[in-house]
């Protein structure tokens, strides 16, 4: 079995969704399963939807967007791309997509009744429903035939409401139950699975959702559990490339991946794969392929067991950083009690450090520019110490750095803090 999965961007439009049906029929006799995400940038329209329906209930703000109107948009933007693939206005996809959004018509009518957390995933996992009923539907036109998985039958999680934690044992026995039946299906005349990324249950059965861009990790969970071959990634974007092209000119391909390598990257930032992807991939060896869905006859990356380093640097940038630097009071020392307590606040308030420094009288920390989130940290940070911080800065990271590129991405920056180890540096900088 190999695992297919294809994001937001390579289901945008109807001329995406054909070009999906084109990739798959080059693979006319092979177990594939597909993971698919919402089209486009639907998941941050529900996200708009979420906000405006929760918050309108409190007290409305001067911007605030109206729940059924932005509703609106989105029934909109799917029926266009329905409209483009099904011109027989009586194909049941039409019915089907509005008994889907007829759910979310209903669920605005009330006053919220849960958590934000919990109501958001129950509203925003309607993305990934619609688009892979579409897709589905669209494949079975075209003669590719298909069958719609609901992946909440498979992927149980706890209740961590936007942040699940998948419960490995039971989705293991659930992937068996559903996928043993199915082995070797195509070459029974079987169906390509069709299922949504993202999204998970609960023993209560309520919607999850596993974090924003979950949907490769969906990916490598249904590969890990149900022992696929690979995993393909289809992409906008060639490959794994060393730099991400909006912020660099030149940028280089990467043919082949160490699992470590992808592990690193993608853990300070590289956006091209979900953090937690990789793991359950490296745990079972199954290999990870990058590849473009615009140039699908192209090798693209594949991440796997190799042990060779990389042949070039790697760049992974962030902006809009803040750098706060911590110190006692009294200009003593920061001991372990000190770093204890710092660091139960950042986890308290869920913010993540991106980079650090420890030195006699002072504990750097580097972290993303959340306003809210930030003001808060401060606060209470200086209560028991003196904080200084520094805004508008950026950190670069850069794996397999020599100092001539260390030289190079600084030029005209001045450095703030530089972490070094044997293979990776990081550097903040004021630009
Ligand atoms: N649709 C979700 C998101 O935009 C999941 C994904 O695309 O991977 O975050
Ligand atoms: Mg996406």
Redesign the pocket.
């Known amino acids: 079995m190999k695992v297919f999965?294809f994001?937001?961007a390579s289901v945008k439009d109807a001329k995406a969704v054909k070009n999906v049906a084109t990739i798959l029929k080059q693979y006319p006799n092979e177990n594939i399963i597909v993971v698919i995400?919402?089209m486009g940038?639907?998941?941050?329209a529900l996200e708009r939807l979420t906000d405006a329906y929760f918050y309108s209930s409190e007290s409305k703000t001067e911007n605030q967007e109206d729940a059924v109107d932005v509703l609106n948009e989105i029934k909109k933007y799917h029926f266009d791309i329905i409209e483009q693939l099904f011109p027989d206005k009586n194909h049941p996809i039409y019915n089907e997509i509005n008994n889907s959004f007829v759910e979310l018509d209903w669920a605005i009518e009330d006053k919220p009744t849960h958590s934000y957390d919990h109501e958001y995933d129950q509203i925003?996992s309607i993305?990934?429903i619609v688009?892979t009923k579409i897709v589905s539907a669209y494949l079975n036109e075209t003669g590719i035939k298909s069958k719609w998985l609901d992946v909440r039958d498979f992927i149980q999680t706890d209740n961590t409401f936007r942040e699940a934690e998948v419960d490995w044992d039971l989705t293991q026995k659930l992937v068996d139950k559903h996928l043993s039946s199915l082995s070797n299906w195509r070459g029974a005349g079987g169906e390509v699975l069709i299922t949504q990324?993202?999204?998970g249950g609960t023993s209560e059965n309520f919607t999850t959702?596993?974090?924003?861009?979950?949907?490769?990790?969906?990916a490598a969970i249904i590969a890990y559990t149900g022992n696929a071959e690979s995993v393909t990634i289809w992409k906008d974007v060639a490959g794994v490339l060393n730099a991400d092209p909006k912020w660099f000119d030149e940028t280089i391909k990467i043919d082949q991946l160490s699992y470590q390598d992808a592990i690193e990257l993608a853990y300070y930032g590289a956006t091209v794969i979900?953090p937690k992807t990789i793991k359950p991939l490296q745990n079972k060896k199954i290999p990870l392929h990058v590849r473009s869905f615009l140039n699908p006859e192209e090798k693209g990356t594949v991440i796997n067991e190799t042990q060779s380093a990389l042949p070039v640097p790697c760049f992974i940038f962030k902006i809009d950083q803040v750098l706060i630097s911590i110190s006692a009071k009294d200009f003593s020392f920061i001991v372990e009690e000190n770093l204890s307590s710092i660091f139960k606040l950042f986890s308290e308030k869920q913010i993540k450090i991106n980079t650090m420094q420890n030195s006699a009288i002072s504990f750097s920390v580097c972290i993303d520019n959340d306003p809210r989130k930030i003001t808060d940290l401060i606060n209470a940070l200086q209560k028991e110490y003196r904080v200084l911080y520094n805004e508008h800065l950026e950190l670069i990271t850069i794996r397999y750095y020599n100092q001539p590129t260390i030289d190079r991405v600084t030029l005209k920056k001045k450095i703030l803090l530089e972490v070094k180890s044997r293979y990776t540096v990081q550097l903040v900088v004021k630009p």
């Open positions: 999965k994001g937001g995400s919402a940038k639907v998941t941050n925003v993305g990934e688009s990324g993202f999204i959702t596993l974090g924003r861009e979950g949907s490769d990790y969906t979900h």
